[in-house]
């Protein structure tokens, strides 16, 4: 059985936070020397406090301009006036500012002054899948370190495109550069497979490039949230136009049968998968077909963003009256675990707001449950969770849930309408 | 011929038929219908007719007054068979015809205040039983399909009715005793397990609004009934074996279970808002002869949805401000 991916973390990011005290093996060829003076550390500091917040890595990208990830500046970006980051290249700290990021493809470019270290030059094109590549990085601030993998090409599913790399890339060596044979850079290191640490995965060198054109940031709170803002906003675009395009596709086989229910087909970019639970004693069959995306941005303190989760459940009750089943039914959406309440005074989300309501959609009657909660610092945008079941019949009923993150109401409005309406039984005209 | 009776908790407890009038009724000795009571005066009332004949009971200036229901009147006329109070003694006032036929009720009145025997006691405790039983059967989870043991869950119910109901019958004996009131503990069991019976009531009342009415009313309903039964029940058992339950006894009381609803609903609410947690009903009913409830379109649904996102934002708004103003 394929393993399902949790939900918030297909990948896991590796800025240093635990240690894992497994130390890259020392490279000993001529790559290790000629690339250990363009790679540093990046280091996020709070105030006056020697001690880091967070750490990661980092390289030459231009004269005075270090590329690293933007999970590893991320709290500064939330909260510039609270921190500080610096460069760390051999023995010599520098300070360095923001110039640019990009949340979407978890990248940020760093300005740094006097550091002489020289240009990693950038690849003009990816190399073909099965090549052989080497990243660096400083896991856990213990050391430049090289690692040789394998580029795989690019992860099938998810929003962003992700390089897949067989190497066991380490916490720390988040933003250090991904090589090819002839010392190239074709991409950034950005995280590992959730739970192990075989597979990695990259973000291509064509995602920096723009970030190279743009003028700098301003460095006031209130526009590093403006700029903030604005990516989420158009991430949200891109998330829902990728989500209700693919829905609304004409040619695609519009329809995923779930047991006996049928709904519409989420769009290939989602991994999905199928289960069947018969539970003999109780004399209940359920069937379900869940999706999520594997790779969604990260932004620091909202977790993950644009993220989609579909669950279409069917459940049919062979002995049980109808008062015993959909008494079961009542159980499940409350043990749904996205509906947990959120803490309010984290000061990231707004404590939720719920509406229920049995609601007509089509031919069918379901128990809508609708909660959100608005996202403090960026007006517009809500983590919305819907569980939908239906009640038309006395022996089954099908189960819609949405959760979607970082999505404007409108957007949720258009999908959830499309996934209620879409909600049948396989055997309705 | 006009019967004048003496009631006590509505039983007639002593009557007198008399031929003519005018009569006079009080605590005096010169009285034509004698009442041994402290709050009557001693000349307290009088029968009579008035110019066009009719019958009417006139207040003589007794003390604690003529009282028609819980209104306090001067004059109360007669047709029928009428009730009224003398300061605290019920009186039933009739015309009666030269039929012998009157019979009096058969229902002693000293037979609340009298011991009744263990089979009394099982015979209420067996009503309270049967309530919490029929509340449990009506609750969805007991037929779910993963309800293991149903029959289990039952004598679970069964004996905590058991032991809970004859120590708050006996609760509730001790504090109405200190509130001086001539009861026993065979009356607040008796009347602990007709409340139990409020609860099946309550969950026919409540499925029958969540079918019947839209979301955001159904929401209201299910706590203003629970609201309405709790008041019944209180104000029920606060009056047991309390002689004259006049309007401001059930107002008070009335009053307080409101205050203490509010109270509590205000705290609760203050906790989940503190928490973070939204109160969801996640009760899913069946759909009966093909009928799933009152439901509204999609429209309105998103509509609504569309008005918490907009409370939501404000709440932001709030939040944001209270933040960068740090």
């Given at each position: 059985?394929?393993?399902?991916?949790?939900?918030?973390g297909?990948?896991?990011?590796?800025?240093?936070?635990?240690?894992?005290?497994?130390?890259?093996?020392p490279?000993?060829?001529?790559t290790?020397?000629?690339?250990?003076?363009?790679?540093v550390?990046?280091?996020?500091?709070?105030g006056?406090?020697?001690?880091k917040?967070?750490?990661?890595?980092?390289?030459?990208?231009a004269?005075?301009r270090?590329?690293?990830?933007?999970h590893?500046?991320?709290?500064?970006?939330?909260?510039p006036?609270r921190?500080?980051?610096?460069?760390?290249?051999?023995?010599?700290?520098?300070?360095?500012?923001?110039?640019?990021?990009?949340?979407t493809?978890?990248?940020?470019?760093?300005?740094?002054?006097g550091l002489d270290?020289?240009?990693l030059?950038?690849?003009?094109?990816?190399?073909?899948?099965?090549?052989?590549?080497?990243?660096?990085?400083?896991?856990?601030?213990?050391?430049?370190s090289?690692?040789?993998?394998?580029?795989?090409?690019?992860?099938?599913?998810g929003?962003?495109?992700?390089?897949?790399?067989?190497?066991?890339?380490?916490?720390?060596?988040?933003?250090?550069?991904?090589?090819?044979?002839?010392?190239?850079?074709?991409?950034t290191?950005?995280?590992?497979?959730?739970?192990?640490?075989?597979l990695?995965?990259?973000?291509p060198?064509?995602?920096?490039?723009?970030l190279?054109?743009v003028p700098?940031?301003?460095?006031?709170?209130?526009?590093?949230?403006?700029?903030?803002?604005?990516?989420?906003?158009?991430l949200e675009?891109?998330?829902?136009?990728k989500l209700?395009?693919?829905?609304?596709?004409p040619?695609?086989?519009a329809?995923?049968?779930?047991?006996?229910?049928?709904?519409?087909?989420?769009?290939?970019?989602?991994?999905?998968w199928?289960?069947?639970?018969?539970f003999?004693d109780?004399g209940v069959t359920?069937?379900s077909?869940?999706?999520?995306?594997q790779?969604?941005?990260?932004?620091?303190?909202?977790?993950?963003?644009?993220?989609?989760?579909?669950?279409?459940?069917?459940?049919?009750?062979?002995?049980?009256?109808?008062?015993?089943?959909?008494?079961?039914?009542?159980?499940?959406?409350?043990?749904?675990h996205?509906?947990?309440?959120?803490?309010p005074?984290?000061?990231?989300?707004?404590?939720?707001?719920c509406?229920?309501?049995?609601?007509?959609?089509?031919?069918?009657?379901?128990?809508?449950?609708t909660?959100?909660?608005?996202?403090?610092?960026?007006?517009?945008?809500?983590?919305?969770d819907?569980?939908?079941?239906?009640?038309?019949r006395?022996?089954?009923?099908?189960?819609?849930?949405?959760?979607?993150?970082g999505?404007?109401f409108q957007?949720?409005?258009?999908?959830?309408?499309r996934?209620l309406?879409?909600?049948?039984f396989?055997?309705?005209? | 011929?006009?019967?004048?009776?003496?009631?006590?908790e509505?039983?007639?407890?002593?009557?007198?038929?008399?031929p003519?009038?005018?009569l006079?009724?009080?605590?005096g000795?010169?009285?034509?219908?004698?009442l041994?009571?402290?709050?009557?005066?001693?000349?307290?009332?009088q029968?009579?007719?008035?110019?066009?004949g009719r019958l009417q009971?006139v207040d003589?200036?007794?003390?604690?007054?003529?009282?028609?229901?819980a209104?306090?009147?001067?004059a109360l006329?007669?047709?029928?068979t009428?009730?009224?109070?003398?300061?605290?003694?019920?009186?039933e006032i009739?015309?009666?015809?030269?039929?012998?036929?009157?019979?009096?009720?058969?229902?002693?009145w000293?037979?609340?205040?009298?011991?009744?025997?263990?089979?009394?006691?099982?015979?209420?405790?067996?009503l309270?039983?049967?309530?919490?039983v029929?509340?449990?059967?009506?609750?969805?989870?007991?037929?779910?399909?993963?309800?293991r043991?149903?029959?289990?869950?039952?004598v679970?119910?069964v004996?905590?009715?058991l032991?809970?109901?004859?120590?708050?019958?006996?609760?509730?004996?001790?504090?109405?005793?200190?509130?001086?009131r001539?009861?026993?503990?065979?009356?607040?069991?008796?009347?602990?397990?007709?409340?139990?019976?409020l609860?099946?009531?309550?969950?026919?009342?409540?499925?029958?609004?969540d079918?019947?009415?839209?979301?955001?009313a159904?929401?209201?309903?299910s706590?203003l009934?629970?609201?309405?039964a709790?008041l019944?029940?209180?104000?029920?058992?606060?009056?047991?074996?309390?002689?004259d339950r006049?309007?401001a006894?059930t107002?008070?009381?009335?009053?307080?279970?409101?205050?203490?609803?509010?109270?509590?609903?205000?705290?609760?609410?203050l906790?989940?808002?503190?928490?973070?947690m939204?109160?969801?009903d996640?009760t899913?009913?069946?759909?009966l002869a093909?009928?799933?409830?009152?439901?509204?379109s999609l429209?309105?649904?998103?509509?609504?949805?569309?008005?918490?996102?907009e409370?939501?934002a404000?709440?932001?708004?709030?939040?944001?401000?209270?933040?960068d103003?740090?």
């Amino acid at each position: 059985m394929r393993a399902r991916v949790p939900a918030n973390g297909a990948a896991w990011l590796l800025t240093a936070q635990l240690a894992s005290g497994q130390e890259a093996r020392p490279a000993t060829d001529r790559t290790y020397d000629r690339i250990k003076h363009s790679v540093v550390t990046v280091q996020v500091h709070s105030g006056d406090n020697e001690a880091k917040d967070s750490l990661g890595s980092g390289y030459v990208v231009a004269p005075g301009r270090i590329a690293t990830n933007y999970h590893v500046v991320g709290a500064y970006v939330d909260a510039p006036e609270r921190y500080a980051i610096r460069v760390r290249g051999g023995a010599v700290e520098h300070p360095a500012r923001l110039v640019a990021f990009d949340l979407t493809n978890d990248l940020a470019l760093l300005g740094v002054e006097g550091l002489d270290a020289p240009v990693l030059p950038l690849a003009r094109t990816l190399p073909p899948p099965g090549s052989a590549i080497v990243s660096f990085g400083n896991p856990q601030g213990l050391g430049l370190s090289l690692i040789e993998g394998i580029f795989n090409g690019f992860a099938e599913k998810g929003f962003v495109d992700r390089m897949l790399l067989s190497m066991p890339l380490n916490s720390g060596m988040s933003g250090g550069p991904i090589l090819n044979q002839k010392g190239e850079v074709v991409g950034t290191n950005v995280s590992v497979m959730w739970l192990q640490n075989s597979l990695s995965f990259g973000v291509p060198e064509s995602r920096l490039r723009p970030l190279l054109d743009v003028p700098p940031l301003s460095l006031t709170r209130e526009a590093l949230r403006a700029e903030t803002h604005r990516q989420l906003l158009a991430l949200e675009q891109d998330a829902f136009s990728k989500l209700v395009g693919r829905l609304l596709a004409p040619e695609r086989p519009a329809r995923v049968v779930v047991g006996g229910g049928a709904f519409e087909r989420p769009p290939e970019l989602f991994d999905c998968w199928n289960q069947t639970s018969v539970f003999k004693d109780e004399g209940v069959t359920k069937t379900s077909y869940g999706c999520n995306l594997q790779f969604t941005p990260a932004e620091e303190s909202l977790g993950e963003v644009g993220s989609v989760e579909l669950l279409f459940e069917h459940f049919a009750s062979a002995r049980a009256g109808r008062w015993g089943f959909y008494g079961a039914l009542s159980e499940h959406p409350g043990s749904h675990h996205e509906l947990e309440p959120r803490d309010p005074k984290n000061g990231v989300l707004t404590a939720p707001e719920c509406v229920a309501e049995r609601t007509r959609a089509g031919a069918m009657v379901f128990k809508v449950h609708t909660c959100l909660n608005a996202f403090v610092k960026h007006p517009g945008l809500y983590n919305f969770d819907l569980v939908a079941s239906s009640l038309s019949r006395p022996d089954e009923s099908v189960f819609v849930s949405l959760h979607l993150r970082g999505f404007r109401f409108q957007s949720f409005r258009t999908v959830a309408r499309r996934l209620l309406e879409g909600a049948r039984f396989k055997d309705a005209p | 011929m006009i019967a004048i009776r003496l009631l006590r908790e509505g039983a007639v407890v002593r009557e007198q038929v008399f031929p003519a009038l005018p009569l006079v009724l009080g605590r005096g000795p010169q009285a034509d219908f004698v009442l041994a009571d402290a709050s009557v005066s001693r000349a307290h009332a009088q029968l009579e007719r008035d110019e066009q004949g009719r019958l009417q009971l006139v207040d003589l200036g007794g003390v604690n007054g003529l009282h028609a229901g819980a209104q306090r009147v001067k004059a109360l006329s007669i047709s029928g068979t009428t009730r009224c109070r003398l300061g605290a003694v019920e009186l039933e006032i009739a015309p009666v015809t030269d039929d012998p036929t009157l019979e009096l009720r058969s229902v002693p009145w000293h037979h609340e205040e009298q011991r009744r025997g263990l089979g009394h006691h099982g015979l209420y405790l067996g009503l309270g039983v049967l309530g919490a039983v029929a509340s449990q059967l009506m609750n969805p989870g007991l037929w779910s399909p993963w309800q293991r043991s149903p029959a289990s869950e039952l004598v679970g119910s069964v004996v905590a009715v058991l032991i809970a109901l004859p120590l708050a019958a006996f609760l509730l004996f001790v504090a109405l005793k200190a509130a001086g009131r001539r009861v026993r503990v065979a009356d607040t069991l008796s009347a602990l397990a007709r409340v139990v019976w409020l609860s099946p009531l309550w969950i026919i009342l409540t499925t029958a609004a969540d079918y019947l009415l839209p979301g955001a009313a159904a929401a209201f309903a299910s706590p203003l009934l629970a609201w309405a039964a709790t008041l019944a029940a209180v104000v029920f058992l606060a009056g047991l074996r309390r002689p004259d339950r006049g309007r401001a006894f059930t107002l008070g009381w009335a009053a307080a279970v409101t205050a203490l609803w509010l109270g509590m609903s205000l705290t609760s609410s203050l906790a989940a808002q503190r928490l973070g947690m939204p109160q969801n009903d996640y009760t899913v009913r069946p759909p009966l002869a093909g009928f799933a409830g009152v439901s509204s379109s999609l429209d309105a649904y998103f509509a609504r949805v569309q008005t918490a996102a907009e409370a939501a934002a404000a709440d932001a708004e709030g939040v944001r401000q209270t933040q960068d103003g740090r």
